[in-house]
């Protein structure tokens, strides 16, 4: 573990992180947009300024962050400090590997954390509804939640380090701000007395730069440790997963996605549809990040007298096995058990079947000690028929749409003894069964650019760019390609579905052959909660509407109403650059209105659908990718500086210079007598180095 010098600011190593006598304070903070130090930058400074006799704390390069949580550990009697920006070798992966996986145990031992939050001004109040306080990143970040929990002691300081308050004194202020339990924040108790889900639903509306991050972010939180794999994407969360199922036969795990009511389903126009494949994709048993889990809910074995029924049952009923399921629910008592086999997720669990569907009761209860229940459908029937394998949930319809909606979980009732089902008592008996984890790489989400088909056609009237697909996927969406051929010509759809918030936007791309194979597209937006019977989802266009070609600028905005604020997407086809001798056409896809501007906001993506005019600025200025290389020649610029320093400057100086005269000349045609004049006040500069 590497540790800051509070007096000097110099990184000194330590076997164990209690070797630091006195012990050490440690920062929590979220990273600027543009960067912060590395290690290798503050040690480079040590060295410079050790050669100089100077004070590295002192030093102007150093960064004011670093250097201020330096002086208030000082300041607080320690002689070490820890942030996560500097104190890690990044360029070690195995170093990276044992820092993600110490992390939490770290921000536990410190002695002290300063939670930095830079947008927060000094002297605000913090308890104000709109408080900057209230809606500082730092609440909204992925790393964050370990480090709010994992300290004994936690001070907030504002952006100009004046201090706030600390975690006990704001503790009710941070429990409504971040839905985390109030005695969490007291210490009154600890994160693993409550359910997976519930510890899953604190993580559920945080975001993290990497994709992986989701899932190492959380391991601390859940006394799991595995191997980091920076580009293993989602699968870094299903591997979570799996270490948490080792761990915990907690079934709440399991309770994410989307919860039909009890009670008589036809009454809220609901019509199950058990014979439907909920597919690979939607239907297995693992969540691909914790934004599904929004359900607070508790596994009522864990919760022992607290439980509103406790399961197992008090010691008396034990003894009345043979009283019939009044007295004992599901006809004697057993605990759930979970193993990992290569053919599914083995679960023993209570299960019944009732109106054509089959459901795994969870042994999980909410707010209102409603119990659930996880809908299981067949699998194929290619799987071993003495091990009956399922895939999670089922699909059902509202009234007479033609939509399709995937359900996980139902209510039960709040009487375990005697379970409700569609209006129905039913009667679960323990089972072994077999659910399918997580979709397999050809049909993961990851996978889909590659399964759309509509780019593999070189003179296709239609590119979907695959980086617009992506994004989708990013926010949750599924997009599924399907295709026919109507009278008026051949229609292709995309179904771009999002199973946690239950949106869905359908995307219809075809010629017309009534009026000269004019291209025409149309967007379709509805929600299941606001869906009507008399939504057009049809498949027919209207000439006079959808023909692209008759659009100002062949750009539109659909719905054609302007009073639907909730959902709107600006649909523009530009030319292909990639097929100059054809004549397609290049979808983008610009997402407006409230609902997906919230979608948006919470995954941390706001900018994700730019219009047509910013994404063309934005490809003129460059492209971010070259960032590395940037910090790579900064390394390098530092190293030849600490041998020849006045070759170091100028180097530093050209690499500054030249991407800016690239991008004059580029933007501006700069004539070569003005790159002459350019270099030359360069030369100047070097000459004065």
Request: hydrophobic share 35%.
């Amino acid at each position: 573990m590497w540790l800051l010098r509070t007096d000097r600011a110099e990184l000194v190593y330590f076997p164990r992180n209690f070797d630091a006598e006195g012990g050490y304070a440690i920062l929590s903070h979220t990273w600027d947009e543009t960067g912060e130090q590395t290690f290798q930058d503050v040690r480079n400074i040590g060295e410079q300024c050790k050669r100089a006799g100077r004070n590295p704390r002192d030093d102007p390069r150093l960064s004011p962050k670093i250097r201020e949580c330096c002086r208030l550990a000082e300041k607080h009697g320690f002689r070490w400090a820890w942030a996560d920006s500097c104190c890690i070798d990044k360029t070690s992966s195995s170093e990276l590997s044992e820092s993600i996986n110490s992390m939490f145990r770290w921000y536990s031992d410190a002695e002290e954390c300063y939670a930095y939050l830079a947008d927060v001004p000094g002297g605000s109040n913090l308890h104000a509804p709109d408080s900057a306080f209230r809606k500082s990143r730092w609440h909204t970040r992925g790393w964050t939640l370990q480090e709010l929990i994992a300290p004994a002691s936690v001070r907030f300081y504002s952006c100009d380090w004046e201090e706030l308050g600390n975690r006990a004194d704001l503790a009710e202020l941070l429990a409504d701000i971040t839905g985390i339990a109030l005695k969490i924040f007291t210490r009154e108790t600890r994160p693993s007395e409550y359910s997976v889900c519930m510890r899953m639903s604190w993580a559920s509306q945080r975001q993290t730069t990497r994709l992986e991050d989701e899932a190492y972010c959380l391991m601390g939180l859940f006394d799991v440790s595995m191997p980091t794999n920076y580009g293993e994407g989602e699968k870094a969360f299903i591997r979570l997963q799996h270490e948490i199922m080792r761990r915990d036969p907690d079934l709440s795990l399991f309770a994410w996605g989307y919860r039909l009511p009890c009670g008589d389903l036809s009454e809220h126009g609901i019509a199950l549809s058990p014979g439907d494949d909920p597919g690979a994709t939607w239907g297995c048993l693992l969540a691909s990040s914790p934004r599904g889990f929004d359900l607070a809910v508790s596994y009522t074995p864990h919760l022992g007298m607290n439980a509103s029924q406790p399961y197992p049952p008090h010691s008396e009923e034990q003894g009345a096995t043979g009283a019939g399921p009044a007295t004992v629910p599901f006809g004697h008592i057993e605990l759930p058990r979970i193993s990992i086999t290569t053919y599914g997720i083995k679960l023993r669990l209570p299960v019944f079947e009732a109106d054509g569907v089959t459901v795994a009761v969870l042994l999980c209860e909410d707010y209102d000690d409603n119990h659930l229940g996880l809908f299981i459908s067949p699998g194929p029937p290619r799987s071993d028929p003495t091990r009956p394998r399922y895939y999670a949930g089922c699909q059902y319809r509202i009234g007479q749409a033609s939509g399709a909606y995937l359900a996980r979980l139902v209510s039960l009732g709040n009487d375990l003894k005697n379970l409700q089902f569609n209006g129905k008592p039913v009667e679960a008996t323990w089972r072994t069964i077999y659910v399918v984890p997580s979709p397999p790489d050809g049909e993961s989400s990851s996978a889909t650019t590659a399964q759309l088909t509509i780019n593999c056609v070189p003179c296709g009237p239609f590119r979907l760019p695959h980086w617009l697909v992506s994004r989708f996927l990013a926010l949750g969406f599924t997009v599924t390609q399907t295709e026919w051929d109507e009278r008026a010509g051949p229609v292709t759809r995309f179904i771009i579905h999002n199973p946690a918030k239950a949106e869905n936007i359908y995307l219809d791309l075809g010629i017309c052959r009534l009026s000269s194979t004019a291209r025409w597209s149309k967007v379709t937006m509805f929600s299941r909660d606001d869906f009507k019977e008399s939504k057009d989802v049809t498949r027919a266009h209207s000439c006079k509407k959808h023909h692209i070609d008759s659009w100002n600028a062949r750009s539109k905005v659909f719905p054609d109403s302007t009073s639907d604020a909730d959902r709107s997407v600006r649909l523009t086809f530009t030319p292909c650059k990639a097929s100059p001798r054809t004549s397609k056409l290049v979808v983008h896809m610009e997402l407006m209105g409230r609902v997906y501007e919230d979608v948006l906001r919470e995954a941390n993506m706001t900018n994700a659908f730019p219009s047509l005019d910013a994404l063309e600025k934005s490809t003129q200025l460059g492209s971010p990718v070259h960032a590395p290389v940037s910090a790579l020649l900064s390394d390098l610029f530092g190293l030849i500086r600490r041998f020849h320093p006045r070759l170091g400057r100028c180097l530093h100086m050209l690499a500054i210079l030249l991407p800016l005269i690239l991008y004059l000349h580029r933007r501006r045609r700069l004539q070569p007598l003005q790159l002459w004049r350019i270099l030359q006040s360069f030369r100047t500069g070097y000459l004065r180095c």
